[in-house]
T-cell receptor, first 113, second 113 residues
């Protein structure tokens, strides 16, 4: 049972345009979400987070939107740069228990120069 | 900048052999995680420590995997005996608190022949 889903395995975007990466979740107890970027042969690096008390969080070129009723979040990258080419993972954590993070399967973003 | 250290970076072994991975988290981080990432999938939590205590090992195959964090600092993940299906990237992460951002190491790539 995949509680966190990233239904698009890959995405290609032109440099300078907007990249939108999507993530859906099924567990209504999830209330804290993270986005990570991963280059080949490296560990994931943190990008941005959002709590369920917010519907938007911005950090430079990265903005995360949360739609709690739809159990959906998205990561917007504007403008996209070739160095953004990587695999992006969303992760979710519930408000109770061990607070462990459940990761999605990832979306490979390719930004074309 | 403080980093999570992992070793070895790469390990090739034959099935039925024993394998061990080591992780040194960022100083002061009480929460430590071991994740396994199979190619094309998202990281899957194997075990979560809070200081020296295991708080979640529900997905750890306990018949062959073991993990310890004896003094609440560095940690070792062991596999014995290794099976072909254990080939994966083993990622260690630490966090200053259970709901905090995860800081990942570069990972240990295991290949079982």
């Amino acid at each position: 049972d995949q509680q966190v889903k990233q239904n698009s395995p890959s995405l290609s975007v032109q440099e300078g345009r907007i990249s939108i990466l999507n993530c859906d979740y099924t567990n209504s107890m999830f209330d804290y979400f993270l986005w990570y970027k991963k280059y080949p042969a490296e560990g994931p690096t943190f990008l941005i987070s959002i709590s369920s008390i917010k519907d938007k969080n911005e950090d430079g070129r990265f903005t995360v939107f949360l739609n709690k009723s739809a159990k959906h979040l998205s990561l917007h990258i504007v403008p996209s740069q070739p160095g953004d080419s990587a695999v992006y993972f969303c992760a979710a954590s519930a408000t109770s228990g061990t607070y462990k993070y459940i990761f999605g399967t990832g979306t490979r973003l390719k930004v074309l120069a | 900048e403080a980093e999570v250290a992992q070793s070895p970076r790469y390990k090739i072994t034959e099935k039925s052999q024993a394998v061990a991975f080591w992780c040194d988290p960022i100083s002061g981080h009480a929460t430590l995680y071991w994740y396994r990432q199979i190619l094309g999938q998202g990281p899957e939590l194997l075990v979560q420590f809070q200081d020296e205590s295991v708080v979640d090992d529900s997905q750890l195959p306990k018949d062959r995997f073991s993990a310890e964090r004896l003094k609440g600092v560095d940690s070792t993940l062991k596999i014995q005996p290794a099976e072909l299906g254990d080939s994966a990237m083993y990622l260690c992460a630490s966090s200053p608190r259970p709901r905090g951002e995860l800081f990942f190491g570069e990972g240990s790539r295991l290949t079982v022949l």
